[in-house]
Nanobody, 124 residues
Framework: VHLVESGGGLVQPGGSLRLSCVASGLTSRTYAVGWFRQAEGREREFVAAIRWSGATTSYGELAKGRFIISRENANNTVYLQMNSLKPEDTAAYYC??????????????????WGQGIQVTVSS
């Protein structure tokens, strides 16, 4: 499995960004793709996850009401739409995939493949 993130950058508080994760090699319907983030000096946080098939999604508390995860199977892409961004959302965002994640979406240890990460900076 190979994952490549894009769409990060600098945005003002209150603004929006859409991250993309192009995934190749997801051969099983049991796969899930998740987004995590890690700010400097802080632990990794779960943002959101989506199953590669079906409609199941999961959100971390930090994302509820502001972020939306979706996928486009035809393009092998998972999106993270981030709205109402705050300075505390500044972090490196990582896309991850795993085939044994169901029910444990927030547990980063269950994800076996990771992208290189992309920086999101929220600042005026």
């Amino acid at each position: 499995v190979h994952l490549v993130e894009s769409g990060g950058g600098l945005v003002q508080p209150g603004g929006s960004l859409r991250l993309s994760c192009v995934a190749s090699g997801l051969t099983s319907r049991t796969y899930a793709v998740g987004w995590f983030r890690q700010a400097e000096g802080r632990e990794r946080e779960f943002v959101a996850a989506i199953r590669w098939s079906g409609a199941t999604t999961s959100y971390g508390e930090l994302a509820k009401g502001r972020f939306i995860i979706s996928r486009e199977n035809a393009n092998n892409t998972v999106y993270l739409q981030m709205n109402s961004l705050k300075p505390e959302d500044t972090a490196a965002y990582y896309c991850a995939a795993g085939s044994n994640v169901s029910g444990y979406y927030s547990d980063y240890r269950r994800y076996t493949s990771w992208g290189q990460g992309i920086q999101v900076t929220v600042s005026s």
